[in-house]
């Protein structure tokens, strides 16, 4: 499969697992106005055809804690497993128990008001103004900073306990975090691809399922995919070509 393409827009598409009518109506009219969103599909507990349905990989899924609130926790799992890379979470509670309890579990926000359509525009709001497609992902040690231009990142390379990051010029930077850290400040083009590789999809210029190998523009050698994340590899071409998943 050869890529020609150098750059591709990454869309931007939400999921929300709910079954009240009157909230389901007041986000999905909340991100209606805010324009910039696209929702794939409102899911009800219990829902096993995700997979199935699902179009695209989704940037942000929202979720009713006080329907989902025992069994959210296997939701998520099953879901990043899915996806191949953690997307972010809102949670939606008038508790504040269970808003307090998301929040520690790494949700980004929580909808308080679920019927509050100004509320819930202030939440989405400023999830879209903080959590901008971003373009420079920064690497830090004490009291340095470089800043990488995320377009120009070729592929990360574990290297025990650090990571490699591989630019479009030749440079070789280190990051003092491991891979999965690393990863996880990504955006949804960069794929895991084996234990120690995770790839920047946008640079991709031929995948050869058969000898296990992608390669990358700009990269003189292939480099490995492991049957273990082979998963990721239909997520990628999926992503590079738009198809739905």
């Known amino acids: 499969m050869i890529i020609f393409q150098k750059k591709i827009l990454i869309l931007r598409y939400y999921i929300l697992f709910d079954i009240d009518a009157a909230t389901i109506k007041a986000v999905t009219d909340s991100f209606k106005s805010i324009n910039g969103f ?21 940037e942000l899924v929202i979720i009713n804690l006080d329907i989902f609130w025992d069994s959210y926790q296997q939701l ?6 899915y996806f191949g890379v953690t997307p972010n979470y809102i949670g939606i509670t008038r508790c504040a128990r269970r808003g307090l309890t998301a929040f520690k579990n790494g949700f980004k926000d929580v909808i308080d008001e679920p019927t ?3 509320k819930i525009e202030q939440v989405l709001l400023s999830y879209k103004k903080t959590r901008l497609a971003n ?5 830090s040690y004490y009291y340095d900073f470089q800043y990488l231009a995320i377009d120009d990142i070729l592929f990360l390379k574990a ?3 650090t990571t490699e990051f591989f630019m479009t010029d030749g440079r070789c930077l280190t990051n003092f975090k491991t891979l999965k850290h690393s990863h996880l400040q ?3 083009n960069f794929q895991r691809i084996h ?3 995770v790839i920047n999809s946008i640079h991709v210029r031929r995948i050869h399922i058969g000898k296990g190998e992608i390669h990358l523009l700009n990269v003189k050698h292939p480099l490995p995919v492991s049957k273990s994340y082979i998963r990721n590899i239909d997520i990628i071409k999926r992503l590079l070509s738009r198809m739905p998943l």
């Open 76 to 81: 998520i799992k099953r879901l990043n497993k």
């Open 195 to 197: 234990k120690s590789y």
């Open 186 to 188: 990504l955006p949804y």
């Open 159 to 161: 290297d025990g306990y």
């Open 116 to 118: 509050d359509l100004k």
């Open 135 to 139: 373009k420079f992902y920064c690497i």
């Open 38 to 58: 696209e929702c794939l599909g409102v899911f009800e507990p219990n829902h096993n055809q995700i997979s199935s349905i699902l179009k695209f990989i989704p």
